[in-house]
Nanobody, 125 residues
């Protein structure tokens, strides 16, 4: 079983930055595509960013493009989400997730098999 643990969330003022980390264990990390999702209270879980295991192809939601960057260090079993120019609407619980590797960058929750418990990100005005 793959286990994922997020960290790095917290309270930050608008315009500030945070870097989220997702540490994986229990599987071959490099064999999985990785993604970040977020969910605000009363809202559905939404896609944020994803990266493939092989050549590092990435894809971002329009709402975060140009502000967020996803990256991975397979040797450390870790995927990151660098968040810059944060806005109050970025406030949510952020989840990392893994999916079997393939030829596509997955952007929908049902495509992912394993999920972390989430880390809270709160952006104040």
């Amino acid at each position: 079983q793959v286990q994922l643990v997020e960290s790095g969330g917290g309270l930050v003022q608008a315009g500030g930055s945070l870097r989220l980390s997702c540490a994986g264990s229990g599987g071959t990390f490099s064999s999985y595509n990785m993604g970040w999702f977020r969910q605000a209270p009363g809202k559905e879980r939404e896609f944020v960013a994803a990266v493939t295991w092989s050549v590092g192809k990435t894809y971002y939601a329009d709402s975060v493009k140009g502000r967020f960057t996803i990256s991975r260090e397979n040797a450390k079993n870790t995927v990151y989400l660098q968040m810059n120019s944060l806005k109050p609407e970025d406030t949510a619980v952020y989840y990392c997730a893994s999916a079997p590797s393939g030829g596509y960058v997955y952007t929908r929750p049902y495509q992912y098999d394993y999920w972390g418990q989430g880390t809270q990100v709160t952006v104040s005005s």
